[in-house]
């Protein structure tokens, strides 16, 4: 992971034009939280010109510090202009200050791996950029509801199915990603949860088509790193009003709402929204059967395992979890059993395709009370047998059958099954 900073810089010391510096490192904090890099420090240096030199600032110099003991690998910049105004001076301070070449990540204009080499393009985005800055501190000045009045998008991260014009606005995006364009893959979501499904198929279904859920700071920045589809994002998504139209302009001054192009007619947001409560209401609501219960034992501590929902991240399964990690039993957490938690239909399945191999009639119970008692019948008793630490963890899983046979298996990470919503 690379060790990078923030550094943001406003001309004006003005309390709003401070907001503005405010809002580049927030900007910043967001491209850091989707690429990834551990965080050094942050810079903001207020009411100072770009033509000073870095080392002449307050806390560009503290930066060059840093940045001089090697410790830095990325500098993190809202815009490149916020270094300096000009390539050529900020290149070569950072090249008398810093031991390696430093990757420069903008939020507006891209990584730049090595400005000495970053040629014409860059310095001419810089002056350009220069120019225009004055522009957008003077509307960032006037407040973001005049920002928001003029319709340009100003909240971070462009929403997935959206692209921006030339001027910045929120417009459908025509991208095409799985032969279809971006907006038409948004809307198919909130069809498809007004149709009743949930936010696991929907995070699986995209994921298989193979599109990435990439953030967008700008038209050129497309940011997709590793980031994976899942049900709490689809939720998100689902539940933000912007899709229907209406876009929810959160600042210190309350909520400002404005209007934006729809993906989706407002009786289909509404349906969607209709169904993620009651999928929830169902997930709350029905209670998960264990078909082994009872019959689970732990070769590391003797205890019984029993039956478990765990909930993370958007997504619920269902394990059999060893009785010898409980606090209620044992209080000294340090003495707690360690054994794998064994997902509930991966074992049930195994369980009863041993309860049908031995007996065919089984095959004709179909109501869990049904098939309780052809388990009942059959399973003497099932024993974990825990290995290894934390994901390296493995189990091997054996049924003694009361016919006298004896059934192994062995587990080795666990399969996500089911989604809260
Ligand atoms: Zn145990």
Not at 9 to 18: N, P
Not at 222 to 250: C, F
Not at 388 to 395: C, E, L, N, S
Request: net charge positive; glycine share 8%.
């Amino acid at each position: 992971m690379p060790n990078v900073v923030i550094y943001a810089r406003t001309s004006t010391d003005a309390q709003k034009v401070r907001q503005t510096g405010e809002t580049q490192i927030e900007v910043c904090r967001q491209l850091l939280s989707t690429r990834g890099g551990s965080l050094l420090g942050v810079f903001s240096d207020d009411g100072v010109s770009g033509t000073l030199p870095l080392r002449q600032r307050p806390s560009g110099s503290r930066m060059l510090q840093l940045c001089a003991t090697g410790a830095v690998d990325a500098l993190i910049v809202f815009r490149l202009d916020r270094l300096s105004r000009r390539l050529g001076d900020v290149v070569a301070e950072l090249e008398s200050f810093c031991p390696k070449p430093l990757e420069i990540w903008s939020v507006s204009e891209g990584t730049v791996p090595d400005l000495r080499n970053a040629g014409s393009v860059i310095a001419q985005a810089m002056e350009f950029a220069a120019m225009e800055l004055d522009v957008v501190s003077e509307r960032m000045n006037r407040g973001r509801d005049r920002v928001a009045a003029l319709g340009k998008w100003t909240s971070g991260p462009v929403p997935f199915g959206y692209d921006l014009d030339d001027d910045g606005r929120l417009i459908p995006s025509s991208r095409m990603v799985a032969g279809v364009t971006e907006a038409e893959l948004a809307r198919s979501v909130f069809i498809a949860m007004a149709g009743g499904s949930t936010t696991i198929a929907e995070a699986r279904r995209l994921q298989e088509l193979g599109v990435a859920p990439g953030r967008r700071y700008s038209r050129r920045i497309v940011l997709t790193d590793s980031a994976q589809w899942r049900p709490s994002r689809i939720r998100a998504m689902i539940r933000n009003p912007l899709y229907a139209g209406t876009h929810e302009l959160k600042s210190r001054f309350g909520t400002i709402e404005r209007q934006v192009p729809a993906l989706v007619e407002k009786a289909t947001w509404q349906a969607a929204q209709a169904q993620l409560g009651i999928n929830l209401a169902k997930s709350q609501f029905a209670s998960r059967e264990y078909l082994v219960r009872g019959l689970v034992f732990c070769a590391t501590c003797d205890a019984r395992f029993a039956g478990t929902t765990v909930t993370s991240d958007g997504w619920r399964d269902h394990y059999y979890r060893c009785g010898g990690q409980v606090g209620t039993m044992q209080i000294d957490p340090a003495a707690r059993c360690t054994a794998k938690f064994i997902p509930a239909d991966w074992l049930e399945q195994f369980t009863w395709e041993g309860c049908r191999e031995r007996d065919a009639a089984a095959s004709s119970a179909s109501s869990f009370a049904e098939k309780r008692r052809v388990v009942e019948r059959m399973v003497s008793r099932i024993t974990v047998m825990s290995h290894g630490v934390g994901r390296g963890k493995t189990a091997l899983v054996v049924i003694a059958w009361k016919d006298g046979s004896k059934s192994t298996t062995s587990l080795h990470r666990r399969p996500r099954t089911q989604s809260v919503n």
